[in-house]
């Protein structure tokens, strides 16, 4: 069984910096994609930012510049350094992993972190 875990989220001031942890484990062969999205009560959850396997990303707009994503393929870990933080990037923040097995292919989600940004 996978399995996601997420760490590093909390509180801090706008302008302040944080960075999330989520580290894959169980049986696999291999991670696919990994991300991070976010999500904020009564509305969907959306995509903060993704990386493939190779090391390419996408960002969402709203944190281009300020989010960077990164992964350790070896750790089996995604990392999310946000800086420049605003109350508006307060959400419960999602890792995800496209994990390849011998039993197939599938989504994976963590319990996800709450961030707050105080103004």
């Known amino acids: 069984q996978v399995q996601l875990v997420e760490s590093g989220g909390g509180l801090v001031q706008s302008g302040g910096s944080l960075r999330l942890s989520c580290v894959a484990s169980?049986?696999?062969?291999?991670?696919?994609?990994m991300g991070w999205y976010r999500q904020t009560p009564g509305n969907q959850r959306e995509v903060a930012a993704v990386?493939?396997?190779?090391?390419?990303?996408h960002y969402a707009v709203s944190v281009k510049g300020r989010f960077t994503i990164s992964r350790d393929n070896v750790k089996n870990a995604v990392y999310l350094q946000m800086n420049n933080l605003k109350p508006e990037d307060s959400a419960v923040y999602y890792c995800?992993?496209?994990?390849?097995?011998?039993?197939?292919?599938?989504?994976?989600w963590g319990q996800g972190t709450q961030v707050t940004v105080s103004s």
């Open positions: 169980g049986s696999f062969s291999r991670i696919d994609t």
């Open positions: 995800s992993a496209r994990i390849i097995a011998t039993t197939g292919t599938g989504d994976h």
């Open positions: 990386i493939s396997s190779g090391g390419a990303t």
